[in-house]
């Protein structure tokens, strides 16, 4: 009868994620997180769900986002040193870093109303507005 045990144990996990930060750390090369399971015997997703299952250990989420923070930041300064395409830059951190990409847009006016607009006429309302 087999047993279904857990092979990916909160000791195992931690002691992967170990090896895996020292590997960044030595491996300057690597800017994305999928580089570090290349010859793994487990996948990128994997990584992914122990992170969500020992979320309550401090130290696997420490070394964690300390892996996240490196490839972070390489990215953004390979990108900013045109070493790596600017648009594949961007895609990256928008979607693995949760970073945003908005427009600024100016939403202040210089229009000043009347108090009282229930007694201006709809030709006064537009002269109003073509000089405001």
């Known amino acids: 009868m087999k047993t279904n045990t857990t092979i990916y144990t909160e000791e195992f996990v931690l002691k992967e994620l170990k090896k895996l930060l020292e590997e960044l750390q ?3 090369n690597f800017v994305y997180l999928g580089q570090l399971f290349i ?3 487990y996948s990128r997703q994997r990584y992914s ?13 420490e070394i964690s986002d300390t892996i996240k923070n490196i490839l972070e930041t390489r990215i953004n300064v390979w990108g900013l040193v045109n ?9 990256n951190l928008i979607n693995n870093f949760d ?3 908005k427009q600024e847009i100016d939403q202040t006016t210089n229009m000043h109303f009347h108090k009282n607009l229930e007694n201006v006429s709809d030709e006064e309302l537009n002269d109003i507005i073509k000089n405001n």
């Open 49 to 61: 769900e122990w992170i969500k299952k020992y979320w309550h250990n401090e130290e696997i989420v």
């Open 99 to 101: 970073w945003k990409d």
């Open 39 to 41: 010859k793994k015997r």
């Open 83 to 91: 070493q790596l395409n600017a648009s594949l830059v961007k895609f």
């Open 26 to 28: 030595n491996n300057k």
